[in-house]
């Protein structure tokens, strides 16, 4: 089958979706799914938007995503062997993992002394800043549209103008002792 | 045939070290050019917002190393414009630092004495706040009255910020929106332009090389304004004076690359690096707790949940920066704050079980984020880090279009630095785990190794040829007329926030540098005042310079 065709594009998209759930979990986004594990409630990395990070150009891994997506495969089909699992073949292997072993696999490939280690984290540096600051989008327009890491959060919405000021934000008292030792200009003697 | 631009002095780089070393030598008759390799964006172009390719990811280099990854700043007015401010003097015990060599680190010419002029100088350039406790955040005084809780101290932490500007946004690492940060952007640099600087953005220097009359030809790249990964063919500027100034963990690549045109480079190029001896601890606050133990409220009935709201560092634990503590047991421990981004995903989750940085425990903790707390740890680390050969352009392969990119720095911790980071999470452990306030744990460095945002010391100034790579006056041992006047300067970790150290250093430089330019034929005299016209720290330099400009 030639890339890009609408079967493998399928096969990559729901390997690195099931990836990134691993990094930030969601629920289920509709009972079929078989990506996302549902193994939290609310939104995860693949509702915050971690694919269309991922594939964005800007990230530097996008054009590396079809080798993620089969070098991932091929790491869960030989960590199944090991683990005496047997995967049903009408998904990629990956999502095929139950959850505690597709959490388990993540584990050894990002461990400090696994070979491929930088490969892997890149992955799923992308996967949480998809969910933690929603990479992809204006901060303001995606906290507009409830985007679900930022409102899991509890990141505030800016003013009307699309700034954030923070009127109220100190206690206002004293609240230590300062060091003895400090100097007339606020610095350690 | 093309002829070669020139230039009497070319500064490389536009922070700290660039900025100040190219005003006053503008302002002293000197013709200055600064070639700086990131974007030149002002505070109409500083956005609040994560999206990749905002301010945000234009002016922040992210670069990953083996054992220690970098923040730093990428932009006209560098480490100025990205940071949060902070603006202490070292304590007085870190010039007297022996690190691992047995006798004293820095040159016997610099004790915090001999720098306190240097120091007054800066802060009559850049506005420095003494902050009071009006100034404070909640998250700042949240560690305030947690440290008073212990028994212990805690000190506003003096900034550069405009506190009438100021509106505790927290969008510091994008650039000041409002201009409140005291950015370089706002002194040095447009006085160093009034007195006929340029600056050209976008230039990365890739090398020198030594022409036959003793003068540099200096080699830059173009960068691309949007993808920095893109570069195209730049030229070369024939100078008599480089100043290095590119950040400590580009000015010695820079050196390295030149070695083979340049000859032999000092051993300490390259060597020496310190990550100021950084880490990060999360506390993740109880609130009920916060408003029973600590009786703190605020408005909305809230105890604290403020992680949003300030202006990176205002509170300092400083009890440990004592000199009669041995070596590598004295710390301070900052309060900060760590944008979402690249600030959560190194956090961990307490007592875990299986990983501790990703899955389902680490969602439910990003769930409370608005009541963590980051405290920042600065050690003193023991100089470890090593840079390898360099890559083929730039100090990184960038990977993302602005932003993230793999250098060449290695870094393994000695047990000294293990073990005064150990003694400092526990600390912060005792603080803010008493009386269940909360739950705290340190920053993996599994995923990206060590973490420091304060580069420093991979091109020393010291006294010991073997051990620093510059003379006391920031001369390039063996290759005069090269000056290195950033971070990599700075000896050692300081165990307080670097910036006001790193310019007062490259303040003390400049009479050194005028000095060789002069015995290059360059018309130009030391002597400028302040940015904004002010004497006073001139006239306290005095007695100093003599001696600085002496052969």
């Known amino acids: 089958m030639p890339p890009g065709t ?50 964005w150009n800007a990230t530097g891994v996008s054009e590396g995503l079809d080798d993620y997506a089969r070098l991932l495969n091929e790491h869960a089909s030989a960590y199944a062997d090991e683990a005496g699992l047997v995967l049903d073949a009408s998904v990629p292997p990956f999502v095929a993992l139950p959850f505690e072993h597709r959490t388990a696999l993540v584990a050894r490939l990002t461990a400090p002394d696994h070979p491929e280690k930088p490969f892997w984290i890149l992955l799923a540096l992308f996967s949480n800043m998809a969910y933690d600051s929603a990479a992809h989008m204006h901060t303001a327009e995606a906290i507009a549209a409830g985007h679900p890491g930022l409102r899991a959060m509890g990141i505030a919405a800016p003013g009307a103008d699309g700034l954030w000021r923070f009127p109220a934000f100190s206690y206002g008292r004293p609240l230590a002792r300062l060091h003895p030792d400090t100097t007339p200009s606020g610095s350690p003697a | 045939m093309t002829s070669t631009e020139r230039t009497d002095v070319l500064v490389v780089g536009s922070g700290f070290g660039g900025a100040i070393t190219a005003y006053h030598l503008a302002a002293g008759g000197a013709k200055v050019e600064i070639l700086e390799r990131g974007p030149w964006l002002t505070a109409k172009d500083f956005e ?8 945000y990811t234009r002016i922040f280099d992210f670069t990953v190393g083996e054992g220690m990854s970098i923040l730093g700043g990428n932009c006209v007015g560098g480490g100025s414009v990205v940071y949060f401010a902070a603006m202490p003097r070292a304590p007085r015990f870190v010039f007297e630092r022996q690190g691992g060599l047995g006798r004293r680190v820095w040159p016997a010419s610099v004790s915090r004495d001999t720098l306190d002029p240097w ?82 953005p976008l230039h990365e220097v890739q090398r020198i090389e030594r022409n036959h009359d003793g003068s540099y030809r200096v080699h830059y790249d173009l960068i691309d304004e949007e993808d920095y990964r893109i570069r195209s063919a730049g030229g070369a500027i024939d100078a008599k004076i480089v100043v290095l100034a590119a950040g400590a963990g580009a000015t010695p690549v820079i050196l390295q690359r030149s070695e083979a045109a340049l000859g032999r480079m000092p051993h300490g190029v390259g060597r ?3 990550g100021n001896g950084e880490r990060l601890n999360t506390a993740v606050l109880n609130e009920d707790r916060v408003r029973e133990v600590l009786g703190l ?29 041995p070596e590598f047991t004295r710390y301070s421990l900052e309060q900060l704050y760590f944008p979402p981004g690249l600030g959560t995903i190194l956090a961990q989750v307490a007592d875990a079980v299986g990983p501790s940085w990703f899955g389902v425990r680490k969602k439910e903790m990003l769930s409370r984020w608005q009541s963590w707390l980051i405290i920042f740890q600065m050690i003193e680390d023991a100089n470890e880090g090593v840079f390898g050969p360099p890559p083929a352009a730039g100090n990184a392969d960038r990977i993302s279009q602005q932003m993230l990119g793999v250098g060449r720095l290695r870094y393994d911790p000695a047990e000294t630095t293990l073990r005064a980071w150990a003694m400092a999470d526990a600390e912060v452990k005792e603080i803010l785990e ?9 920053w993996t460095n599994d995923v990206v190794g060590a973490y420091t945002v304060h580069p420093l010391s991979s091109c020393r100034i010291g006294d010991d040829p073997a051990t620093s790579a510059l003379d006391d006056r920031n001369e390039l041992r063996g290759h005069p007329g090269i000056f290195v006047t950033d971070g990599s300067a700075v000896p050692t970790a300081l165990t307080v926030n670097p910036a006001m150290t790193i310019a007062a250093l490259a303040e003390r430089a400049v009479p050194g540098i005028v000095r060789a330019a002069r015995e290059r034929g360059v018309e130009v005299t030391y002597g400028a005042p302040a940015p904004d016209g002010a004497t006073s720290g001139r006239r306290g330099v005095a007695e100093l310079v003599p001696t600085l400009m002496r052969k």
């Open chain 1, 6 to 55: 609408p079967a493998e594009d399928s096969i990559r998209t729901i390997t690195l979706e099931a990836f990134a759930d691993t990094i930030i979990p969601g629920e289920k986004r509709h009972p079929g799914d078989r990506a996302v594990a549902g193994a939290a409630a609310g939104g995860g990395a693949v509702q915050a938007g971690a694919i269309e990070l991922l594939q």
């Open chain 2, 48 to 55: 609040q917002d994560f999206m990749l390719g905002s301010s």
């Open chain 2, 119 to 200: 120091y007054d100088r800066v802060a009559e350039s850049i506005p420095i706040t003494k902050q009071d406790w009006d100034d404070v955040t909640y998250a700042g005084g949240l560690w305030a009255a947690a440290c008073d809780h212990s028994g212990r101290t805690a000190n506003p932490v003096p900034a550069a910020v405009d506190r009438n500007r100021c509106t505790n946004c927290n969008w510091m690492m994008a650039g000041c929106k409002f201009d409140a940060k005291q950015s370089l952007l706002l002194n040095y640099l447009p006085a160093a332009l009034a007195h006929g600087a340029r600056i050209r």
């Open chain 2, 272 to 274: 020496y690096f310190s």
């Open chain 2, 297 to 325: 409220t605020r408005e909305g009935g809230l105890a604290y949940a403020a992680n949003q709201i300030g202006k990176g560092p205002t509170v300092a634990n400083w009890d440990r920066l004592d000199g009669s503590l």
């Open chain 2, 434 to 442: 008493r009386d269940g306030l909360a739950e705290v744990t340190a």
